[in-house]
Structure formats: structure tokens, C-alpha cells
């Protein structure tokens, strides 16, 4: 069973597999050292008054911003990759579909995201 | 047939072979789909929207536990009278190896035209939608665009 966490960013519903986030943050807890990317302002969607921060893994150093709401999914279900139609948005750090019954998750592709 | 007539000649001869078709509305203006490359029609859902696309990609919906995304057609080729938000039906295509749903405020029947409805592309209004279309049908609805699926679809999907 994998673990993800979710967050609302704006109407975006995205994922990230728990095994890349290194931990979470608070947003005054970001220091420069940290190469920071928030993706509220990335898909021009409102930034929630309180967003969570993650530190990744990989990139190292590299953190992201989300929005709140976030939570915790423990799933077993397989994530789908994107249809041919949308294979584009590879290039811009969605790797995958988690289809859940109620809403359909995006996987995020923090690599892809920093490249 | 008088001389400015189009001729059936000039109908790619694959598409005017390929009959019958679905019409349903683009906006303002009626447009048809071979029925091979239709693969179902349901009712409208409202999609989850995606991050970083163009408008006319609604979104994405779980259709059957398989990803379906969503295409507006009417924003893709500049064709709505109406605002976003009519939508009734989703006619779900296939082709060039992609499954898309398009959305749509009416579906109006299924024909197997006659060989003297079938046009070369003449009357077909709006310059986006006649480039995507291959013949055209002259019915009781009016001027309906018969569609190059493929060549739709590869247009419209995110690069």
C-alpha cells in the first residue's frame, strides 16, 4: 500500500508519493538555503493563508509550496499514467492519475518540477 | 448539380466512405463524427480541472475507473454563442490512439447520408472549424461539418 500526501491547490487536487518528501515545513521555517517553488503562484490559483511546505529529497534542497488541506492518503490503488492526450504534462511535473471515486489526484513529479 | 456545386470528387473519398455519422452542436454551428470513431454518449459530469492548460481542455474525469479527459470543443475552435456551462451530453471518441470526451450541449441523431448531402468543405463557417473538417453535410439542421477526428485531437492535446 503507498502513501501519499494530498493537498487542494486552488480547484487542483495534486499527490505526491510520501517516499520523496523529506519533511514538512512551515513557511517561516523557509531558508534561503532552500530552492523553493510554489505552486499556487506556478498555476496561477489562489495560495491558501496557511499552505504546507515540503522538502523533497530529490532535488535536494528543493521544497515546495502547496496549499492546505493537505493530508495523508494510504492507497492501493495504482496510479494511471497520463492518456496519450495529455502526455504533455509530463513536461511540466505531473507524472500520473490516482483515480479515486470522489476526485481524480494528480501525481506530482517533483524532479520534473525543478528541472 | 450547377457548376459552382461542389463535387463529390473533391470529398476525400475515405470520409465520404465513412457513413453513417453522429451530429451534435460546436457552439453555434452543427458538426459530425463517424460513428467508428464514436465509442459511447453519456451524460455531462463536471470534470476535475487540470493545472497548465489550454481552455478548451476541461479537465479530466474518472469515467469506468480509466482517465478521460475533456475537450471543449466550442473553445477550441471559437465557435460559442453561449457561455461555458450548457453542457448536456459527452460523446466519447477515439482515434490516432487517444480517447478524448468531448462535450456538448446536444446530440442530435445518427445518419447515413444520402451521396448528394455529402460536400466538399464550402459553407462551413468559422476558419477553425473549417480547417478540422473534411467534408460537409448539407441537412435539415443546416451546414454540418464533418470532422477529422485525428486531426482534431492532435491539434487540441497538451504538447
Request: with cysteine; glycine share 4%; proline share 6%.
Amino acid at each position: 500500500m503507498a502513501a501519499f500526501l494530498v493537498s487542494e491547490i486552488g480547484p487542483y487536487h495534486v499527490a505526491i508519493e510520501a517516499q520523496h518528501i523529506a519533511r514538512i515545513l512551515r513557511e517561516s521555517e523557509l531558508t534561503s538555503e532552500l530552492n523553493c517553488l510554489a505552486l499556487p503562484t506556478m498555476w496561477r490559483t489562489t495560495t491558501a493563508p496557511e499552505p504546507y511546505v515540503v522538502e523533497l529529497l530529490s532535488p535536494e534542497k528543493c521544497c515546495l509550496i502547496l496549499g492546505a488541506q493537505t493530508r495523508y492518503l494510504h492507497s492501493q490503488l495504482v496510479p494511471e499514467r497520463l492518456p496519450t492526450f495529455l502526455e504533455g504534462l509530463q513536461e511540466q511535473g505531473l507524472l500520473a492519475l490516482l483515480l479515486l471515486e470522489t476526485e481524480t489526484l494528480y501525481l506530482l513529479d517533483p524532479a520534473r518540477l525543478f528541472q | 448539380m450547377s457548376e459552382q456545386e461542389p463535387s463529390l470528387d473533391s470529398v476525400d473519398e475515405q470520409f465520404f466512405e465513412v457513413t453513417p455519422v453522429a451530429l451534435l452542436t460546436c457552439g453555434e454551428f452543427w458538426v459530425a463524427f463517424p460513428v467508428h470513431e464514436i465509442e459511447e454518449i453519456t451524460e455531462w459530469r463536471q470534470p476535475s480541472p487540470l493545472p497548465g492548460v489550454d481552455a478548451h481542455i476541461s479537465g479530466v474525469l474518472n469515467f469506468r475507473g480509466r482517465a478521460l479527459p475533456l475537450l471543449d470543443l466550442a473553445a477550441l475552435l471559437n465557435t460559442r454563442a453561449s457561455p461555458r456551462g450548457a453542457f448536456q451530453r459527452i460523446v466519447i471518441v477515439n482515434a490516432a490512439s487517444m480517447r478524448v470526451g468531448i462535450e456538448t450541449e446536444r446530440v442530435s441523431r445518427i445518419i447515413d447520408a444520402r451521396p448528394d448531402e455529402w460536400h466538399a468543405v464550402e459553407a462551413v463557417q468559422g476558419d477553425r472549424l473549417r480547417a478540422v473538417c473534411v467534408a460537409e453535410l448539407r441537412l435539415k439542421e443546416g451546414v454540418v461539418g464533418v470532422l477529422d477526428t485525428a486531426l482534431l485531437l492532435e491539434l487540441a492535446r497538451v504538447r
